[in-house]
């Protein structure tokens, strides 16, 4: 065991006097998982209540320091492991056992949309964990697509339009085209031509091909903080990398009733729900803490590689 790390706690929940600390460090934490997420999943895995939790970052480590009144020792529950559909099918069980989804439609999208083709071979497809896609980029957790696509699910209807920036591997992007189907419209942007030549290719193995084929979902490259001008305005925008600030085009280019999810911050992360009502005004809102890559340029991202 460890003395605790002090830098950083995350919201409320965690403030009751000190009981007993335990210390652990792993790797999953690292970006795109929510603080609150993680504290429910180990309450859940456990059946503990750990009155506090503080994490500390440094690399491609995290330590987790929990106060609990129970627990001598520690592991980490993995989700389920098993291969292609089974993989996936016990993914998004969990995600709903863990109270992550409760849409019907995301769990049967997600369900349908295997991530093991989205991610690099070896990896463990159907963990909850972000996984590296190379170009200092990651495929965000299963919680944090789970959560997105239903924060985003009211304007993710059959025939509606959406923007994806960051698609990276085209995972997201690809549950947004099943969600609006054939008469929608969805269009993923990385600034990465590497990492879009390759989301092509994994939407080519997938239930969302004839979506490509057709041409209601397509992958370009750009820079996302520009939006994508040619289908818009969008009922959804989803970023899937963290601006220092929210960029004036993605705000323009979202229809007037439309949302845009987003995180915000730099090392210290919102997720945002961005609202534009009807007259043009904007309402925003914190859904959670969270870990993103940063939404910046090529060079500043690859270290001009
Ligand atoms: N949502 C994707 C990838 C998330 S990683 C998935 O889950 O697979 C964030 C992505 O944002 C990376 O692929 C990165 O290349 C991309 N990115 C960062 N800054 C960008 C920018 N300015 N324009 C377009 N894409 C950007």
């Known amino acids: 065991m460890r003395s605790c790390p002090t830098l950083t706690a995350y919201g409320r929940h965690y403030c009751a006097p000190p009981r007993r600390l335990v ?74 056992r863990f ?44 919680h944090m697509h789970a959560m997105c696509l239903q924060l985003l699910e009211d304007k993710l209807q059959p025939g509606m339009r959406a923007l994806d920036v960051g698609s990276g591997t085209g995972y997201l992007t690809g ?36 979506l490509l084929q057709k041409g209601s979902l397509s992958l ?17 925008i989803h970023v899937g990398a963290a601006a220092s600030e929210v960029p004036h085009a993605l705000l323009d280019q979202l229809k007037p009733g439309g949302r845009m999810v987003i995180p915000v911050g730099t090392y210290f992360q919102e997720l945002k729900v961005i609202d534009k009502s009807e007259d043009g005004s904007i309402k925003a809102r914190t859904e959670t803490s969270v870990r993103y890559v940063p939404l910046t340029s090529r060079v500043e991202q690859t270290g001009g590689f």
């Open 23 to 96: 210390s652990l460090t792993f790797t999953s934490l690292h970006r795109h998982n929510s603080a609150q997420f993680l504290n429910f999943s180990l309450f859940t895995a456990f059946r503990s209540p750990f009155s506090r939790m503080e994490i500390y970052s440094s690399g491609f480590s995290d330590s987790i320091c929990l106060e609990t009144p129970k627990l001598d020792s520690i592991g980490l529950e993995q989700f389920q492991t098993g291969t292609g559909l089974t993989g996936n099918k016990a993914m998004v069980e969990n995600l709903k």
């Open 99 to 142: 109270g992550v989804i409760s849409s019907k439609k995301v769990a049967k999208v997600m369900e349908a949309l295997d991530r093991g083709l989205f991610v690099p071979a070896g990896s463990s497809a159907y963990a909850d964990t972000p996984l590296p896609i190379g170009y200092n980029a990651t495929i965000s957790a299963p």
């Open 175 to 210: 549950c947004f085209a099943l969600m609006v189907g054939a008469e929608g419209r969805v269009v993923g942007v990385d600034h990465i031509p590497q990492l879009v030549d390759m989301s092509i290719k994994n939407v080519e193995k997938s239930v969302a091909a004839s």
């Open 220 to 236: 370009h490259v750009g820079d996302g903080r520009k939006g994508w001008g040619e289908f818009a305005p969008y009922d959804a």
